[in-house]
C-alpha cells in the first residue's frame, strides 16, 4: 500500500512568487494534515482537515497561505506571495481517526517539500 | 504552557554502541507519547506510541521507557548502526474530547539529531 505522497520534493522559487503543494493521503484516511518543518526544528501544524472541513487552521497565516481538500481525499496547499523567511520543509501526514484515543490518531507523514524562496 | 524537550540537542556515536534520547514534557491533559524517526530528506516515522499505563515498549534494537509521574520519556538504541542516523523527534498528544469522538493536539519536540559512525 502506498504510503502519503507529495509533489513536488523540490521547489525553487523566487520571493512573492506563488507556489502550490499537493498531498495523497493513505487511502481511507479521514484527516489530513499540514506542517511547516524549519531545519533542527520539529513540525508545526499549520492546518487540519477531517474529511472536507478544515477544523483547526489557527495557524496558517492567512493572509499568504491557502489549503484546500477537495472531496476530502487530495489537497492542496498554496502561497501567494513567498517570502524568503517561508523557506521549509512542508510535510503532510493523514491519520484515520475514530471514536477511540488510542491507537487511532497515528499520523503518516509524506517525504515532504522542501521549498527554497530567492 | 504546553512543551517538549529533548536532550541532548545533538549526538555522536560509534557503530555498535548503545546510546539513550531524553524527551521531558509539561503537556497536560496527556494521551499517549510517540517517537519518531526522521531521515534526512524523508518524513517522520513513528517508532513506538505509549500511553500513560506503559512503561516500556520496544522495537527491535529500539527500547522507549515513559514515566507519567516524573513526565519523562527515553529512547534506548542498542548496538547502533549506521543507518540509525536521523533525527529522533518526541511527540505528546494532548487528550481532548471533541463532540462525535477525539481529537488531540500533538506537541512536538525539536529532535536529537544522531549520526552513528563508522
Known amino acids: 500500500e502506498a504510503g502519503v505522497v507529495q509533489s513536488p520534493r523540490y521547489k525553487i522559487i523566487e520571493k512573492k512568487q506563488p507556489v502550490a503543494f499537493w498531498c495523497n493521503p493513505i487511502?481511507?484516511?479521514?484527516?489530513l494534515y499540514w506542517y511547516l518543518q524549519n531545519l533542527g526544528q520539529g513540525p508545526e501544524l499549520l492546518i487540519r482537515?477531517?474529511?472536507?472541513?478544515?477544523?483547526?487552521d489557527s495557524q496558517l497565516p492567512k493572509d499568504r497561505f491557502s489549503a484546500e481538500r477537495l472531496k476530502g481525499v487530495d489537497s492542496t496547499l498554496k502561497i501567494q506571495p513567498a517570502e524568503l523567511g517561508d523557506s521549509a520543509v512542508y510535510l503532510c501526514?493523514?491519520?484515520?481517526?475514530?471514536?477511540?484515543?488510542?491507537?487511532?490518531?497515528?499520523?503518516?507523514f509524506g517525504p515532504g517539500t522542501r521549498l527554497t524562496v530567492l | 504552557k504546553n512543551q517538549v524537550e529533548q536532550s541532548p540537542q545533538s549526538l555522536i556515536i560509534l557503530e555498535g554502541k548503545n546510546c539513550t534520547l531524553q524527551?521531558?514534557?509539561?503537556?497536560?491533559?496527556?494521551?499517549?507519547l510517540r517517537w519518531y524517526k526522521q531521515d534526512t530528506g524523508r518524513g517522520p516515522v513513528s517508532l513506538t506510541i505509549?500511553?500513560?499505563?506503559?512503561n516500556t515498549k520496544s522495537n527491535g534494537r529500539y527500547t522507549a521507557t515513559l514515566d507519567a509521574d516524573t513526565k519523562q520519556s527515553s529512547l534506548h538504541i542498542t548496538a547502533s548502526q549506521l543507518s540509525d542516523s536521523a533525527s529522533y523527534i518526541c511527540?505528546?498528544?494532548?487528550?481532548?474530547?471533541?463532540?462525535?469522538?477525539?481529537?488531540?493536539?500533538?506537541?512536538f519536540g525539536k529532535g536529537t539529531k544522531l549520526s552513528v559512525k563508522p
Open positions: 501526514a493523514s491519520s484515520l481517526v475514530g471514536s477511540g484515543d488510542y491507537p487511532y490518531n497515528e499520523q503518516f
Open positions: 487511502s481511507g484516511h479521514n484527516t
Open positions: 482537515y477531517e474529511n472536507e472541513e478544515a477544523v483547526d
Open positions: 524527551c521531558n514534557y509539561t503537556v497536560s491533559p496527556f494521551s499517549n
Open positions: 505509549m500511553t500513560f499505563s506503559e
Open positions: 511527540v505528546v498528544r494532548m487528550s481532548r474530547s471533541n463532540y462525535g469522538g477525539s481529537q488531540g493536539n500533538l506537541i
